[in-house]
């Protein structure tokens, strides 16, 4: 079974709504901050999925992102595709050279946003990858969210957004390959919804965008209309068409106004890293860097190699701990002074030696300024160099918020803001117990105090029995029948 990761983000957002009245086209323009992330795994389905490459991941080539939006996954303006249908398909191609094939998909991401919700939004999910396009390549690769192995995506209420970041564990033999087959030196990921919180009824209304999260496209307009794709539903009021389309075909009055906010990387198998110089202390090995850097050594520039190059006779710049500050020096007078070399190559000029920042820790808060490794040590997000907690915007946990008919996993602020009760940080709503109320007056625990529990009291007078003694104080006695009393009626 592959591993999968899938990160889910929260954003805050600001929103100026666009609707095309009589299309399906409904874009609302939304502002986020910096989004989170979520993980998952895939189930290749190609008949070729057992290639392996001969690279070991040390010496394994570069990843390669590739993607058609302007959208840089952060901070910025998106725009929220609320015409977008319960079964329908987003995707996006992307060239490949021939020369790379065949190829090692490693992630794939997308955005996805909610407008104004009223509550909680659930969507259940899909990814697909394609060798070639999708109208007429090859699925190479579809898994679907169940909660189980990969969750749904879950949104809290008002105007947020989430990352789907799916990745394949580089250490699980199974990976997602392709090969080429159709000739088109492409491949495509797509993401679908296979289930709306809310469909409402396609075609004649838009999907509510109170209740249901949407795909997003960028606000750059659209640059690439041969390579976003959709899969439009069917339906007897449904003016745009069916199947695939591309943004090119697709009819005008339908067709979003920017790129799909979507993007994915790939690695080449067959590509060939070349040795070089590594330096490790003042000794010198021809290693790949890969090799390299997992023997904690330097690499050299490409075309370098041991034969050629002295380690040790190159100045780089030489942070020393005692004082704070950097000198550039070879490695061996480094050494001599008790400095940390930074390798060879390196410049004070670009190098911070101690940097000290902000710290976000689990629970919300912050500290600083401390260094990354102190920051570390204390299960902390080290926020960057210069840094401060005024600044650094500390996600806050998320926990279980009880309320009136209602249980939603979300920040404290945010629970106050609905007037529930938050229960603590990492708290589930999947624990059925989490928002049981506390009635201890309800000694037989039939959901009311009544005369059965007064009988119940009497019956123990005297006693020391725990399940009677309500106050606690040792005793069955007249505290514990006033409690009852004063608790009369159904358990709230």
């Keep these: 079974m592959m591993k999968f990761v899938v990160l889910a983000t929260p954003l805050l957002a600001t929103l100026s709504v666009m609707a095309d009245n009589g299309t399906r086209l409904h874009q609302i323009f939304t502002d986020i901050d910096t989004p989170t992330t ?20 040390r010496g394994a080539c ?22 977008f249908a319960q079964g329908e398909i987003l995707a996006a191609s992307y060239d490949v050279p021939a020369g790379d094939f065949p190829i090692k998909v490693d992630i794939a991401e997308v955005i996805f946003a909610t407008s104004n919700t009223n509550v909680q939004t659930t969507t259940h999910w899909s990814v697909y990858v394609w060798d070639g396009t999708p109208d007429n ?19 809290p209420p008002g105007t947020s957004g989430t990352i789907i970041s799916v990745s394949v564990d580089p250490d699980d033999p199974e990976q997602i390959y392709i090969y080429n087959n159709t000739g088109q030196n492409k491949y495509t990921v797509g993401f679908g919804i296979d289930q709306h919180n809310n469909p409402g009824s396609p ?23 041969q390579d976003n794709w959709i899969d439009a539903i069917s339906g007897a009021w449904c003016v745009c068409g069916e199947g695939w389309f591309t943004f ?25 890293i070349e040795p070089a110089a590594c330096c490790i202390q003042t000794e010198c090995y021809d290693l790949t860097p890969g090799d390299c850097a997992a023997m904690n050594g330097v690499s050299q520039n490409p075309g370098t190699a041991c034969a050629n190059y002295v380690c040790g006779q190159g100045d780089g710049a030489c942070c020393i701990e005692v004082t704070g500050e950097c000198v550039d020096f070879d490695v061996n007078t480094c050494f001599i002074v008790g400095g940390i070399h930074m390798g060879e190559g390196t410049m004070c000029a670009s190098i911070t030696c101690f940097p000290e920042g902000a710290c976000c820790l689990t629970n919300g808060n912050c500290i600083g300024p401390i260094s990354p490794s102190d920051c570390g040590a204390v299960g902390g997000s080290f926020q960057g160099n210069a840094t401060t907690c005024s600044s650094a915007n500390c996600p806050q946990p998320i926990g ?12 404290e602020d945010e629970c106050v803001a609905v007037a529930g009760v938050w229960s603590g940080m990492n708290t589930d709503c999947d624990d059925p117990s989490i928002c049981s109320v506390s ?38 006695n007249t505290d514990d029948l006033l409690a009852i009393i004063a608790a009369w009626g159904p358990c709230e």
């Design 400 to 411: 279980a918020c009880c309320g009136n008919g209602f249980c939603l996993n979300i920040t």
């Design 439 to 476: 009635c201890p007056e309800d000694i037989n625990g039939d959901g009311e105090v009544n005369v059965d529990d007064l009988l119940l009291i009497v019956g123990g007078w005297g006693s020391n029995d725990p399940d009677l003694d309500v106050d606690g104080n040792g005793i069955v």
């Design 248 to 272: 090119q075909n697709f009819p005008s009055i339908c067709t979003p106004s920017g790129d799909w906010v979507l993007r994915s990387a790939y690695t080449p198998v067959n590509c060939t």
């Design 137 to 155: 390549g090859t699925l190479v690769a579809h898994y679907s969210s169940d909660n189980i192995i990969l969750p749904h995506l879950v949104m």
């Design 203 to 225: 075609c004649t209304s838009a999907p509510p965008t109170n209740s249901n999260a949407f795909p997003t496209t960028d606000i750059d307009g659209l640059q690439f209309p």
């Design 38 to 57: 979520l993980q998952a795994t895939f189930k290749t389905i190609s008949t070729n999925a057992t290639y392996r490459s001969n690279e070991t991941d």
């Design 62 to 83: 570069e990843s390669t992102p590739v993607t058609l939006t302007g959208h840089d996954f952060g901070t910025g303006q998106i725009i929220v595709q609320a015409g």
